[in-house]
Structures are given as C-alpha cells and as structure tokens.
C-alpha cells in the first residue's frame, strides 16, 4: 500500500522551460513533505518542504504547491536547468503517527540543452 | 562537520551470512531511519527510531533489525542475508517531526 505516489517515471523538458513533478498522497493525516534531488551514488539531498498549513513554498527556483483537498504536491522548477537533470522524490510524515518519512517512487527529470 | 556517515560503502555477501550496516551521525539529531532503493521502487522505510532507545517498524521490515543505543548510532543487521536484499541501503537523521532528513551516501549491498 504506497502512501506516496508519484506516478510518472520520467519527465524530459527544455532548458529554460518550466518542469512539474508531480506526487499524490493517501494519507489524510500527512502534515509534512517535502522534495529531494538525487544524483547516481549520491544519496538524495533536501531542496524544499512545506507544512500543511501553507499551500505554497518558494526557495528561489523551486516552488513547492500543496492542496489538501486533492491530496496532491507539485514542484515547480523555473527556469529549468540542465544541472536540475537528477532523480526527484516527494516524501511525507504524520507527527500523529509517529513521524516515519515515506517516500515515492521519484520522478528522473532531464532538461535538454 | 562530517554529518552522516555510513559504512561499508559497498559489500558483497554470501546468502545466509549476518551483516551489520552501520550508519553514524554527529548532529545530535533525535529521528533516524533505513531506507532502501529499489529501481522503480523509489525509497522503501525500512526501520526508524525517533530517539535513542525506541525503535519502529517501517514500510519493509521483514529480515531486517535494528538498534538505538545512543543518540549517534543506528546500525541495521540482516541476521540471515538473501539475494532479494540486493540494494542500495541509504540512512538517514533529522532534528525532529517538521525538519528536513539528511542522508548518508549509501551502502550498495549484493546478496549471492
């Protein structure tokens, strides 16, 4: 039962264009998430979050969406960059249910020169 | 500041054989977790422990145990390897509920 979802495996866009990640989650009791950026053996590294009593975060570049009622994320990436080309997950913690940090999938994105 | 830091960098094992994965973090932080990455899999919770002396159960448990002695370390053993172990294991800490996780640089384990 994946309580994080992000359900495409790739996304390819042009530099200087916008990219969108996208993440779903089923657990209502979620009130933490946040992105990663992952380069090959690496291991991931923090980018932005946002609680759920906010709809938006924005940290330069990125800008993280969140609506509650959708249970739906997004990252937004503008403008992308071809140094953005790495594999990003979403992931999500419930303070009511003991804090675990679950994440998806993730989502590779490449950004064309 | 070294942050989180993990050893072996890579292993391999024979089925059967114990293995202990250690995982060591000097920011004083509360939260630790085991995660491995599966391709199409994304990043699976293994066991976590919120402080020193409790530990949890996370998404795939099962052939897997962990300890919490001190703030510092949070070792992962597999008692009995198996080849369906074959991944890369990532550990991981952060300060508290509503603070970003920072994450070692893996452990790539292969089970034969």
């Known amino acids: 039962d994946q309580q994080v979802k992000q359900n495409s495996p790739s996304l390819s866009v042009q530099e200087g264009r916008i990219s969108i990640l996208n993440c779903d989650y089923t657990?209502?009791?979620?009130?933490?998430f946040l992105w990663y950026k992952k380069y090959p053996a690496e291991g991931p590294t923090f980018l932005i979050s946002i609680s759920s009593i906010k709809d938006k975060n924005e940290d330069g570049r990125f800008t993280v969406f969140l609506n509650k009622s959708a249970k739906h994320l997004s990252l937004h990436i503008v403008p992308s960059q071809p140094g953005d080309s790495a594999v990003y997950f979403c992931?999500?913690?419930?303070?009511?249910?003991?804090?675990?940090?679950?994440f998806g999938q993730g989502t590779e994105l490449s950004v064309k020169p | 500041i070294a942050g989180i830091t993990q050893a072996p960098t890579s292993q391999i094992l024979a089925a059967g054989r114990r293995m202990t994965l250690r995982c060591t973090q000097d920011?004083?932080?509360?939260?630790m977790y085991w995660y491995r990455q599966d391709l199409g899999l994304g990043l699976r919770l293994i066991h976590y422990?919120?402080?020193?002396?409790?530990?949890g159960k996370g998404e795939v448990p099962d052939g897997y145990s962990v300890s919490r002695a001190n703030t510092d370390d949070f070792p992962l053993t597999l008692a009995s390897a198996v080849p369906s172990q074959t991944s890369v294991y990532f550990c991981?800490?952060?300060?508290?509920?509503?603070?970003?996780?920072?994450f070692g640089q893996g452990t790539r384990l292969t089970v034969v």
């Open positions: 422990s919120n402080t020193a002396g409790t530990t």
């Open positions: 992931a999500a913690s419930a303070y009511n249910q003991g804090g675990k940090l679950i």
């Open positions: 920011m004083r932080h509360n939260a």
């Open positions: 991981a800490s952060r300060r508290g509920p509503f603070t970003e996780a920072f």
């Open positions: 657990n209502s009791m979620f009130d933490y």
